[in-house]
Antibody
Framework: QVQLQESGPGLVKPSETLSLTCTVSGGSISDYYWTWIRQPPGKGLEWIGYIYDSGNTNYNPSLTSRVTMSVDTSKKQFSLRLSSVTAADTAVYYC????????????WGQGTMVTVYS | QSALTQPASVSGSPGQSITISCTGTRSDVGGYNYVSWYQQHPGKAPKLMIYDVSNRPSGVSNRFSGSKSGNTASLTISGLQAEDEADYYCSSYTTSSTRVFGGGTKLTVL
């Protein structure tokens, strides 16, 4: 079955860039919207954006100036870069598959905690 | 984009039914049948429970059902069980082709 695994640094300094990668295993990376979602400690879910296998992207308007997503289909990986981070960016970051067949996030990674500290 | 509105908490006794509402606008919930619901236990990733307003993925109990009227979607859980205690989130497609979540609802099984 399809599995997603996030990887990247757990600590980032203020004003620097947060970088995470999600690896897709057990299935194809084609024809899906690969998504990043985050959850600050004790708070709700926030949709960050998605990247299609073609490289087309769509970002949350509140984050679009700081977000960049990329995809490497040969490695079956997609990535998130969030620049100029502050303490407000401290959260668990999830990668997820947004399937056109369900119009929903049907597969999720386990999540990775990223702390912005000074 | 503004978060969808959910009640902060709901509760019910085992065997009872509860309903969680998710209110948006014509630009999201009211405009599309692309509402989904997620269950999240503490320390775990969310799990898809309902998609396209009222469809259940394979493996999800038929005690979970979804509906929509106007700008408000609802998740109903019947025959409450202890393991249903969790946080629940709704999500909707929007006119900007983005996605938006609700603030989340904590379900307590008494």
């Amino acid at each position: 079955q399809v599995q997603l695994q996030e990887s990247g640094p757990g600590l980032v300094k203020p004003s620097e860039t947060l970088s995470l990668t999600c690896t897709v295993s057990g299935g194809s990376i084609s024809d899906y919207y690969w998504t990043w979602i985050r959850q600050p400690p004790g708070k709700g879910l926030e949709w960050i954006g998605y990247i299609y296998d073609s490289g087309n992207t769509n970002y949350n308007p509140s984050l679009t100036s700081r977000v960049t997503m990329s995809v490497d289909t040969s490695k079956k990986q997609f990535s998130l870069r969030l620049s100029s981070v502050t303490a407000a960016d401290t959260a668990v970051y999830y990668c997820a598959r947004d399937s056109p067949m369900t119009d929903a996030f049907d597969i999720w990674g386990q999540g990775t905690m990223v702390t912005v500290y000074s | 984009q503004s978060a969808l509105t959910q009640p902060a908490s709901v509760s019910g006794s085992p065997g009872q039914s509860i309903t969680i509402s998710c209110t948006g606008t014509r630009s999201d919930v009211g405009g599309y049948n692309y509402v989904s619901w997620y269950q999240q236990h503490p320390g775990k990733a969310p799990k898809l429970m309902i998609y396209d307003v009222s469809n259940r993925p394979s493996g999800v109990s038929n005690r979970f059902s979804g509906s929509k009227s106007g700008n408000t979607a609802s998740l109903t859980i019947s025959g409450l069980q202890a393991e249903d205690e969790a946080d629940y989130y709704c999500s909707s497609y929007t006119t900007s082709s983005t996605r938006v979540f609700g603030g989340g609802t904590k379900l307590t099984v008494l």
